[in-house]
C-alpha cells in the first residue's frame, strides 16, 4: 500500500474511532527537532565536548564524573535546553489538535514535558519514566519530587570551566544525600503520588475500551523500552478486533505479524505524516 492510501486508511480509521490511545517514545521528540546530536548538540555542549570528548546527548548522560560540582554543570544544561528552554514544538501542537476531537489518554516513555507544553492536560498523560524538571533523592529515601527550575537557571548562570560551586550541589534535605534527576534508571526511581494516580487513569482508560473502536497511535517506539509502549499496543490490539495500530517509525515501523491487517505502518517523516491527518 502506497503512502497516500496508507494515510486515507488512517484518516478513516481516526476518523470512526470511539477512543485514542497515543504511545510517545524517543523518535516523536526527534522527529520535531529536540535531536540528541548534531548542531543542537555541538552548539550547546561546546566546553564539555572538548573536555570529556562528548558524542551526543545520550552517551554522555551515562558519563561518570568525577566530582558532584561536574556532574551537575553538564545536567544543569542538559535540563535547560530539553526540559526549560524549548517551547512546544510544531508536532506536538499537530498531535494535539489530533487528539483533541477524540476522547483519548496518552502514555509516553519521553520526560521532556513536550505533551504537557502542547497542551495535553496532566490528567490525560502518564509519563513513566519521570520528568527532567524534577529532582529526587538519589537513594529514593522518600516519596517526593522536587521542581528544579530555579535551581537549574543558578546552576547555569554560575557554572564556570564545567563546575558549578560546591553549595550549588544538591542535597537531599531528608536524609542530607545526593539527589538525581528523576529518570528511571534503577531501583531507587521516585514514584511519587501523582505517578500512581497517572498509572491509575492510564489503566482504567485502556480497561473501559477493550471492545470499543480504537485508535493505538504509536509515534517513535522502537526497541528500547518495548514492554511499556510497543508490546502491550501490539497485544491490545490483537484482543480487540474493532482496534487499530497506527506505527509511526523509521527503524522499526512493521507490526506483529498476529495483528499485521490491524496495523497501519509509516516509516516517512513524522511530523509531515501528522500534519497530514
Not at 40 to 66: C, M, V
Not at 150 to 171: F, G
Not at 182 to 208: G, H, I, M, P
Request: charged share 25%.
Amino acid at each position: 500500500m502506497d503512502y497516500k492510501e496508507r494515510i486515507e486508511r488512517a484518516k478513516a480509521v481516526l476518523d470512526s474511532a470511539e477512543y485514542l490511545v497515543i504511545g510517545g517514545g524517543a523518535g516523536i521528540s526527534d522527529a520535531a527537532g529536540l535531536h540528541f546530536s548534531g548542531k543542537r548538540f555541538t552548539d550547546n555542549f561546546r566546553p564539555f565536548i572538548e573536555r570529556y570528548d562528548f558524542e551526543d546527548l545520550y552517551t554522555s548522560s551515562f558519563y561518570s564524573f568525577k566530582t558532584e560540582e561536574e556532574r551537575w554543570a553538564y545536567w544543569a544544561k542538559h535540563i535547560s535546553l530539553n526540559r526549560y528552554e524549548t517551547p512546544a514544538t510544531e508536532l506536538y501542537l499537530d498531535l494535539f489538535k489530533l487528539a483533541k476531537r477524540k476522547n483519548y489518554f496518552v502514555i509516553t516513555t519521553n520526560v521532556d514535558h513536550q505533551f504537557y507544553k502542547a497542551g495535553f492536560p496532566a490528567e490525560k498523560i502518564f509519563a513513566v519514566q519521570g520528568d527532567y524538571g524534577f529532582f529526587q533523592c538519589a537513594k529514593g529515601c522518600h516519596n517526593k519530587l522536587y521542581y528544579n527550575e530555579d535551581i537549574v537557571k543558578e546552576m547555569i548562570a554560575q557554572t564556570a570551566d564545567c563546575k558549578i560551586p560546591a553549595e550549588l550541589v544538591p542535597k537531599c534535605p531528608v536524609c542530607d544525600g545526593l539527589m538525581e534527576v528523576n529518570l528511571r534508571k534503577d531501583n531507587y526511581f521516585v514514584q511519587d503520588e501523582a505517578w500512581y494516580a497517572a498509572s491509575d487513569c492510564y489503566t482504567a482508560f485502556v480497561q473501559a475500551i477493550v471492545d470499543k473502536r480504537v485508535v493505538f497511535l504509536e509515534l517513535g517506539v522502537g526497541f528500547n523500552t518495548p514492554g511499556i509502549i510497543r508490546f502491550p499496543f501490539e497485544q491490545m490490539t490483537y484482543q480487540n478486533p474493532n482496534a487499530t495500530l497506527i506505527r509511526v517509525n523509521s527503524h522499526h515501523p512493521q507490526g506483529a505479524k498476529e495483528n499485521i491487517r490491524q496495523t497501519i505502518s509509516f516509516s516517512e517523516d513524522m511530523a509531515k505524516m501528522l500534519a497530514a491527518l
